[in-house]
């Protein structure tokens, strides 16, 4: 019998409004006693609360509560490619005001790093100002509504920036982690908001090679099938931020049904060679067309995060590579080609074509193109500062140091969100 789902352990905090109208079901009844007895303890953290579950629809947001301030920028955001730009040094203010919600691994100035000049950039579309965010703007933006982060480590580093950012207006509260960390709830229950981190290291389903009765490196795909550990409640969701990408740098076999339809770095006879940005392309084409045939996930708006590269130099990451620059890079020092920007035109290629067919369905796919942005940002990694005690020659040059360039990602996606609800039109 499979185990059951984070969202499934949970359901009082994922079920919403059609959930709760089968719960009150007799017939339905027995089966959640037990599960509801357990989570006595959690559940009374919002008994103080009412109807935290019931869903606003998005183009009603401001008729809830007090009206929602347009941002200054207003509707030049619209026509504008905010993707496009360069980093400026910019004094910035990071102090997230509840340091306890930096994890320890990301909080590089803890750790030892004495620069702060990586925190004193700031990105710039060519063509508009890129809005600052507001986490009353936002929170009110999202009132009422269930959020979801599903992907990897990096996605969850965006969530960990997210939680910063909106402390700053409510301090949300921390219903639920698994034993891994890796699956997060946060209720904010000022603006009934509730916000997940669904960890998905590849979007669809896989299973760990054994290779001599031990478990490898190497990971099983099945390309058709999506990972259900975050398609079990996804009608309860409003907002998908979903990412994939640096799992798939290592060997993989790729099957549909029985059948091995390709490989990822191996050397095979009869085995088809796909390259990592292929076998992206095959996951993410498999959760956004799920997506959108949801049925009764109407209204749901997918972000699709393009590609975080890393900055290791000389060496990878088990291999002694560093990253210790202190400023971002221009342009010109960008490569432009590579395994990255192929990754980047898959997902914004993909997140097109399902967002013609999503309209149909009442759907919305936005890309969230970062890819370019972080490549200038070779100064923003932990490194060496991330309180790594048990290998010292491990830097980490994959994830973000927060407060940092990150947060960046949480102003586009806000963008994303004011075009999304009609802020600004």
């Known amino acids: 019998m499979k185990a059951p789902n984070v969202l499934d352990r949970l359901d009082p905090f994922h079920g919403g409004k059609k959930e709760r109208e089968r719960c009150l079901s007799t017939g339905r009844l027995a089966p959640f006693l037990l599960p509801c007895l357990c989570l006595t303890t959690i559940l009374s953290l919002f008994l103080y609360f009412p109807n935290p579950f019931e869903a606003v629809s998005k183009r009603e947001i ?64 060519y063509a508009c100002n890129l809005p600052k965010f507001d986490p009353k703007i936002f929170l009110d933006m999202v009132r009422g509504n269930k959020m979801a982060f599903i992907g990897d480590s990096v996605s969850m580093n965006q969530v960990e920036s997210l939680v910063c950012l909106l402390s700053k207006e409510e301090v949300p509260k921390f219903v639920y982690k698994d034993s891994a960390e890796q699956n997060r709830i946060w209720h904010f229950p000022e603006h009934d908001f509730i916000l997940m981190n669904l960890w998905s290291r590849f979007l669809v389903a896989a299973e760990q090679r054994m290779i001599n009765g031990s478990l490898s490196a190497a990971y099983n795909l099945q390309i058709d099938k999506v990972d259900e550990d975050w398609t079990a409640n996804l009608q309860t969701i409003d907002y998908v931020v979903i990412s994939n990408g640096l799992w798939f740098f290592r060997q993989i076999y790729l099957y549909k049904g029985d059948t091995v339809v390709g490989c990822v770095d191996c050397e095979e006879p009869n085995v088809t060679k796909v390259s ?27 972000v699709v995060r393009t590609f975080s590269p890393t900055h290791f ?18 342009e010109r ?14 997902q914004v290629e993909e997140t097109e074509r399902m967002g013609k067919e999503g309209k149909e369905q009442g759907k ?27 290998n010292k020659d491990f830097r980490d040059c994959l994830h973000w140091c927060l ?7 949480n102003e586009f996606f806000m963008a994303i969100l004011e075009i999304e609800t009609g802020l600004v039109a």
């Open 62 to 125: 401001q008729q809830k509560g007090a009206p929602i301030v347009k941002p200054p920028e207003g509707n030049a955001i619209l026509n504008c490619n905010l993707y496009e730009g360069r980093w400026i040094q910019y004094r910035r203010d990071f102090n997230y005001k509840n340091s306890s919600c930096i994890p320890e691994a990301r909080n590089c100035i803890l750790h030892g790093r004495t620069d702060r000049d990586f925190l004193n950039w700031r990105w710039k579309p």
């Open 333 to 346: 020092q960008i490569i432009w080609v590579g395994e990255p920007w192929n990754i980047r035109k898959i």
């Open 364 to 390: 919305s796919f936005v890309a969230m193109d970062v890819t370019k942005a972080m490549l200038m940002r070779p100064d923003g990694h932990p490194g060496d500062y991330w309180g790594n005690l048990r």
């Open 276 to 302: 990592p940005s292929g076998a992206i392309q095959m996951a993410l084409r498999t959760a956004l067309v799920y997506i959108n045939g949801c049925k009764e996930c109407r209204g749901i708006v997918t």
């Open 403 to 409: 407060p940092g360039p990150i947060d960046t990602w």
């Open 313 to 330: 130099e000389h060496g990878s990451w088990d291999t002694g590579g560093i990253c210790n620059r202190t400023k971002p890079s221009d």
